[in-house]
C-alpha cells in the first residue's frame, strides 16, 4: 500500500538529515506506529508522504501512485490529521467541518449527515453550533480527526491524536481509529505513547536522527530484546536514555 524508498530530508541550512535514507513498507490493513525521540523525523516523514513537504531525495508511492502524477487521486486516498489543529477559531464545529468536507468535493446533505454522524461518534453533537476557540484541547482533536476522515480516506495519516487529551477522549480516538481500520482504512500514526502504540499498532518503527533502527510487530519487537517487558523498554533499549535536547 505505502513504499518508501531510499526518502531523506534536509532543510534548508540545515547541518543534518531529519530523515535519511528511510525505506519501509505499509501493507493494506496494517497500524503503522512511527515512534520515536523528540525531533527523530516522525513528522518531517509524515510531512512528506501527505506532500505537504518536498523531499531532498527518493521517493514513495501509495497504492502505486505517485503526488508527482497522481495528485488530485492521492489526494481523495489519504486524510490527514496533523499535530496542530487545523481548525479555525471563529468558526463553530459544524462550519469547520462544512468547510474541509467541502474542500473534498462532499457537498448538500451528504456532507451534514457525515459531519452529524462523525460529531455524535465523537459525542460533540451537542457542541456542533459552538465556535470551537472555547474548546478543550481533547474537543478539538477529535474535531481535527473528523476533518480529516469526512471523505472516508483510504489511508489515513495521523501525527500524535492523542498528544494532550484526557483518558476519555483518547478512548473515543483510539476506538473510533480501531473501527475504521477494521472497515479497511490502513493508519500511520506518530505518539511518544508507548503503552498505547504497543496495543493498538499492528506494526511499528522506532526511528531515531531520522532512521528506523527497528521494526515489526510490536509483540515480536518485546520477544527479541533480552528483558523487555513492553515496548517502553524496548524503545528505550534502542534509542538510550540521553535527551535529545537542541535548537
Ligand atoms: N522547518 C524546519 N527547519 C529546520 N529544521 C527542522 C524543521 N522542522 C524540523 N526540523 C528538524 O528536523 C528534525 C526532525 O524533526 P521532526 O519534527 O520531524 O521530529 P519529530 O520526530 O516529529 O519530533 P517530535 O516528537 O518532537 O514531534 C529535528 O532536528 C528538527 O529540529
Do not use: W
Not at 540545515?14 to 503503522?32: H, M, Q, R, T, W
Amino acid at each position: 500500500m505505502i513504499e518508501i524508498n531510499q526518502l531523506s530530508k534536509k532543510y534548508k541550512g540545515a547541518e543534518y538529515f531529519s530523515v535519511k535514507n528511510l525505506d519501509l513498507k505499509v501493507e493494506e490493513g496494517e497500524i503503522y506506529g512511527l515512534l520515536g525521540p523528540n525531533g527523530a523525523g516522525k513528522t518531517t516523514l509524515i510531512s512528506m508522504l501527505t506532500s505537504l513537504l518536498k523531499p531532498t531525495s527518493g521517493s514513495f508511492t501509495i497504492n502505486g501512485l505517485n503526488f508527482k502524477e497522481h495528485k488530485n487521486q492521492l489526494k481523495q486516498l489519504i486524510g490527514i490529521v496533523p499535530q496542530e489543529y487545523a481548525l479555525y477559531p471563529t468558526l463553530t464545529a459544524f462550519e469547520n467541518l462544512e468547510y474541509f468536507g467541502s474542500m473534498y468535493g462532499i457537498k448538500g446533505e451528504i456532507l451534514k449527515n457525515s459531519i452529524n454522524e462523525h460529531l455524535e461518534i465523537m459525542g460533540l453533537s451537542k457542541f456542533a453550533n459552538k465556535k470551537t476557540d472555547t474548546f478543550s484541547g481533547g474537543m478539538k482533536r477529535r474535531v481535527n480527526l473528523i476533518a480529516g476522515i469526512l471523505h472516508e480516506p483510504k489511508v489515513l495519516f495521523l501525527d500524535e491524536p492523542t498528544v494532550g487529551v484526557d483518558v476519555q477522549s483518547k478512548n473515543v480516538i483510539i476506538d473510533h481509529l480501531k473501527l475504521l481500520n477494521k472497515q479497511g482504512t490502513t493508519i500511520v500514526y506518530t505518539s511518544h505513547h508507548l503503552n498505547e502504540a504497543e496495543f493498538f499498532c499492528t506494526h511499528v518503527a522506532i526511528i531515531d536522527r531520522g532512521e528506523i533502527i527497528v521494526k515489526g510487530v510490536p509483540s515480536q519487537l518485546i520477544k527479541n530484546q533480552p528483558e523487555a517487558k513492553n515496548l517502553e523498554e524496548v524503545f528505550l533499549a534502542k534509542t538510550g536514555k540521553a535527551l535529545r535536547d537542541h535548537a
